[in-house]
């Protein structure tokens, strides 16, 4: 009896585990017609760029997360350097999971009568932002979802994870100003989190994400 209770509470334990935790992978699509091996440089967008108008967090997470993509590709031994002399340029998008306001759409039911039924749907306003926002983003960076299909895992396509909590990387060709890889993975930040577990928990991410650059 009390192994087969063992047993029970084992197997809902890795199950809970599993569904609370991140993906052990980050999804990633690249544009298989770019030379990635001859890359040994990159370039931030500076904050007075009118490129930087795309992101829309602050500038405490902007430095977070611009100090974890610093930090591996510095393992890639690949320089920082000035926009027009990097071979590529990092852009970064966060969609965020705060939900700053519910508006209630008011209606009427059949017989007139005003009541819980009466409110057909809600409108998360910073759901709808974000929206908004990311798609402004992918029209800044010229994303193309179709010419990034093949990952650098197989040659299927993915799906590239733009769920609220979501940390989206591109890599930009400076030439032809568009994304030619773009990799995601959730960092879902709790309130009650201080800024050194925000860090880590953007870190792996980042750790996550820049595993699957193209090998050469």
Not at 156 to 164: E, G, L
Request: charged share 25%; net charge positive; glycine share 2%.
């Amino acid at each position: 009896m009390f192994f087969y209770r063992f047993i029970l509470l084992s197997v809902i334990f890795f199950t809970i585990s599993a569904c609370s935790s991140a993906p052990s992978v980050a999804s990633a699509h690249y544009f298989r017609y770019f030379n990635f091996s001859n890359v040994a440089s990159y370039a931030f967008y500076g904050r007075n760029d009118e490129n930087f108008d795309y992101q829309n967090i602050s500038d405490v997470m902007h430095n977070s997360i611009e100090i974890a993509i610093e930090s591996e590709l510095d393992k890639k031994a690949w320089m920082l350097k000035k926009l027009d002399e990097a071979d590529l340029v990092v852009t970064y998008f966060w969609v965020d999971t705060v939900k700053d306001k519910i508006v209630p759409v008011k209606g009427k039911n059949k017989r007139g009568h005003r009541g819980a039924s009466d409110i057909e749907k809600y409108k998360n306003i910073k759901q709808l932002i974000d929206v908004n926002e990311l798609k402004h983003y992918n029209r800044g960076v010229r994303y193309c979802a179709e010419c990034l299909k093949l990952s650098n895992m197989d040659n299927k396509s993915i799906t590239i994870n733009t769920a609220p909590g979501a940390l989206i990387i591109d890599l930009i060709d400076p030439k032809s100003k568009r994304s030619v890889w773009r990799s995601s993975y959730p960092v879902i930040v709790k309130e009650k989190e201080n800024s050194q577990e925000i860090q880590q928990r953007i870190q792996r991410a980042v750790v996550e994400m820049i595993k699957q650059y193209p090998k050469s």
